[in-house]
T-cell receptor
Framework: EAQVTQNPRYLITVTGKKLTVTCSQN?????MSWYRQDPGLGLRQIYY???????DKGDVPEGYKVSRKEKRNFPLILESPSPNQTSLYFC?????????????????FGPGTRLLVL | SQQGEEDPQALSIQEGENATMNCSYK?????LQWYRQNSGRGLVHLIL???NEREKHSGRLRVTLDTSKKSSSLLITASRAADTASYFC?????????WGAGTKLIIKP
């Protein structure tokens, strides 16, 4: 089954304790991205990746790191989490970002990770 | 920065009625997409309209795009209880997708 998986789904942690949220897709997609969703603010892009070893900042990259060593995986790293990073996080992928065709541009979302930083 | 802004923020209608929600954006775009999100879950793609298209249909969905006004509308006809969800527009400008805050749609039986 074609899907984007995220782990963990729920996480409670304390300020300053490094954590990693994993994201994996099995659709051979080139484009992957991370979003956070907060009430009233919609989705805000944290980082995106055009392909292996190619990543770039989105709108709210501060406090986050990513890596893209393999095509299928795009982990999100919080080196020193703070309470303002409490949020719902989504990973998403698509075939190609710039073709303008539905099949290539449709974003497939993971189920989300709820993070609470105390 | 947020580019897409949905309007209204919330909409409650009776089952069977049509639901219309709007999206405005600020800069030039390559295309505009609409997604649906059921409570707390991942978003699901509904429809994509390119910047050179004015109207697109998919089942009970109708999307229009007015690039001169930098706005789009999503019409859901003959609404059903299962349409209850939040709806988001996303605009692509080069490599980035920028999302609005969403319209929460409630269909009353």
């Amino acid at each position: 089954e074609a899907q984007v998986t995220q782990n963990p789904r729920y996480l409670i942690t304390v300020t300053g304790k490094k954590l990693t949220v994993t994201c994996s897709q099995n659709m051979n997609h080139e484009y992957m991205s991370w979003y956070r969703q907060d009430p009233g603010l919609g989705l805000r892009q944290i980082y995106y990746s055009m392909n292996v070893e190619v990543t770039d900042k989105g709108d709210v990259p501060e406090g986050y790191k990513v890596s893209r060593k393999e095509k299928r995986n795009f982990p999100l790293i919080l080196e020193s989490p703070s309470p303002n990073q409490t949020s719902l996080y989504f990973c998403a992928s698509s075939l190609y970002p710039l073709v303008g065709r539905v099949r290539q541009e449709t974003q497939y979302f993971g189920p989300g990770t709820r993070l609470l930083v105390l | 920065s947020q580019q897409g802004e949905e309007d209204p923020q919330a909409l409650s209608i009776q089952e069977g009625e049509n639901a219309t929600m709007n999206c405005s954006y600020k800069t030039s775009i390559n295309n505009l997409q609409w997604y649906r999100q059921n409570s707390g879950r991942g978003l699901v793609h509904l429809i994509l309209i390119r910047s050179n298209e004015r109207e697109k249909h998919s089942g009970r969905l109708r999307v229009t795009l007015d690039t001169s006004k930098k706005s789009s509308s999503l019409l859901i006809t003959a609404s059903r209880a299962a349409d209850t969800a939040s709806y988001f527009c996303a605009t692509r400008s080069n490599y980035q997708l920028i999302w609005g805050a969403g319209t929460k749609l409630i269909i009353k039986p």
